[in-house]
């Protein structure tokens, strides 16, 4: 759970969770390779590629290539926040404030009254080539303040807040140093100013997280939802082996908009980098087509953990609760690719691994959200199984989540890793 902290601590925005993702990766002896470049594969061997430098695709090839197939996992590493845009400085009076737009879905007064960090990257010119720059100033660098309840009477009683007008940050007062953010950059990352081109800024919590409670029950943090989910797969996937399935994990980004880009769950990414491996390896379009067959996709996102302040929200039968495993996702609609089949599939490997899982539906007059296993199903056609750990206050500048509930994930993923599935017809598999 520490380490899972420190993770948190160290990835403020998409970009340094990619980041620190492939230092795990090249910690443990795996090779990158270049989208733009021939790969030469070999048996045994540990690889991965970034995209967009905030999507990871890691894999390790078995021993044994005769009859490869694809064991999945699925996760995502961005988180709603607010984007600072492009010509992003207001002045105000004495008051230097920064113009944000929202990115994804976030619970907005959570964000108020707290100091806030500026994190992201930054594109450089240097000798005729763009070069990406990652940039977090780890320190207060901005504050989104409430109106006083003096001026402001019905502040307790339901405010809907503005986003253009409610929520923009001060950055600083004019009458005191330095008050060009970009300037303030270049000094960190000891460049100079005028070789900086473009930005993804973002703003993020400077309190990264504590245990809480008088066992340490419980986790507070920012962006549990989804980094708890892609430590867990990264993870399995550097301690599990297999001798005859590749292991693939895909950390995507861009889940919290929608999955339409080039690094999102909606690309070809992932089905392009399947391909990549089976051609690389020597296999045909009818031998790949066979892989996918004997494949399956765990798609990670984090659950609904029960709230015992809003227990009308919940379904009366399939409710879930932090610190008693893995959440396994089930809704009618399709928005979770769970059905009987990959649901007895990830049951036995819970099973087999002794971690502790339980079912969820939503209530029938609360649709809930989506997640990215339906949306990659659309690209590479894959039986697959949605699951996450359970969370209180999903989309909140802070979450909380169950301490106990991590080691669950990575007891059934490191297990998912070293199965090897056929499938000998339709609605039947080996393993």
């Known amino acids: 759970m520490r380490n899972f902290l420190d993770f948190i601590k160290e990835s403020p925005t998409m970009f340094h969770a990619a980041k620190n993702i492939e230092k795990l990766l090249i910690n443990n002896n795996f090779i990158k390779l270049n989208e733009g470049q021939k790969w030469n594969l070999v048996p045994?061997?540990?690889?991965?590629?970034?995209?967009?430098?905030?999507?990871?695709?890691?894999?390790?090839?078995?021993?044994?290539?005769?009859?490869?197939?694809?064991?999945?996992?699925?996760a995502h590493l961005d988180s709603p926040t607010f984007k600072l845009k492009p010509n992003f400085k207001i002045e105000q009076g004495r008051y230097n404030k920064l113009n944000t737009e929202i990115y994804g879905g976030p619970i907005l007064n959570t964000w108020m009254d707290r100091p806030l960090n500026i994190a992201g990257r930054v594109i450089i010119k240097e000798?005729?080539?763009?070069?990406?720059?990652?940039?977090?100033?780890?320190?207060?660098?901005?504050?989104?303040?409430?109106?006083?309840?003096?001026?402001?009477?019905?502040?307790?009683?339901?405010?809907?807040?503005?986003?253009?007008?409610?929520?923009?940050?001060?950055?600083?007062?004019?009458?005191?140093?330095?008050?060009?953010?970009?300037?303030?950059?270049?000094?960190?990352?000891?460049?100079?100013?005028?070789?900086?081109?473009s930005s993804d800024l973002y703003l993020a919590l400077l309190d990264r997280g504590n245990l809480v409670g008088p066992n340490e029950e419980f986790i507070c943090a920012p962006q549990i939802d989804n980094l708890e989910c892609a430590y867990a797969t990264i993870q399995a996937l550097i301690d599990s082996k297999n001798d005859k399935s590749i292991n693939v994990c895909v950390e995507f980004d861009n889940e919290e908009i929608g999955s339409r880009t080039r690094q999102g769950?909606?690309?070809?990414?992932?089905?392009?980098?399947?391909?990549?491996?089976?051609?690389?390896?020597?296999?045909?379009?009818?031998?790949?087509?066979?892989?996918?067959?004997?494949?399956f996709i765990v798609s990670a996102d984090n659950a609904q953990g029960f709230h015992p302040n809003y227990p009308q929200k919940y379904d009366p039968t399939n409710a879930c609760y932090i610190n008693s495993g893995i959440v396994i996702k089930n809704a009618a609609r399709g928005s979770y690719t769970?059905?009987?089949?990959?649901?007895?599939?990830?049951?036995?490997?819970?099973?087999?691994?002794?971690?502790?899982?339980?079912?969820?539906?939503?209530?029938?007059?609360?649709?809930?959200?989506?997640?990215?296993?339906?949306?990659?199903?659309?690209?590479?056609?894959i039986p697959s199984v949605d699951i996450g750990l359970p969370q209180i206050a999903m989309h909140s500048a802070y979450e909380?989540?169950?301490?106990?509930?991590?080691?669950?994930?990575?007891?059934?993923?490191?297990?998912f890793y070293e199965l090897h599935i056929t499938s000998k017809e339709d609605g039947e598999i080996s393993y």
Request: hydrophobic share 35%.
């Open 265 to 295: 769950a909606q690309s070809l990414f992932l089905s392009d980098v399947l391909e990549r491996i089976s051609f690389s390896l020597g296999k045909n379009t009818e031998e790949h087509k066979i892989s996918l067959s004997n494949s």
């Open 44 to 74: 045994n061997g540990k690889y991965y590629l970034t995209r967009n430098s905030s999507s990871v695709l890691a894999f390790t090839l078995p021993a044994d290539l005769s009859e490869i197939s694809f064991n999945i996992t699925a």
């Open 127 to 197: 000798n005729n080539s763009l070069i990406t720059k990652l940039i977090s100033f780890d320190k207060p660098m901005a504050i989104i303040p409430n109106c006083s309840i003096h001026y402001y009477h019905e502040l307790n009683t339901g405010v809907k807040l503005n986003p253009q007008s409610d929520l923009l940050p001060i950055l600083c007062d004019n009458n005191i140093g330095n008050t060009d953010l970009y300037e303030l950059i270049a000094e960190k990352l000891c460049i100079n100013k005028e070789n900086i081109v």
């Open 400 to 415: 909380t989540a169950g301490s106990k509930d991590l080691d669950d994930i990575l007891k059934a993923l490191t297990k």
């Open 338 to 381: 769970t059905d009987a089949f990959s649901l007895a599939y990830f049951k036995t490997i819970c099973e087999l691994a002794g971690a502790k899982y339980q079912l969820n539906t939503n209530r029938s007059d609360v649709p809930g959200g989506s997640t990215l296993g339906a949306i990659s199903l659309s690209q590479v056609s």
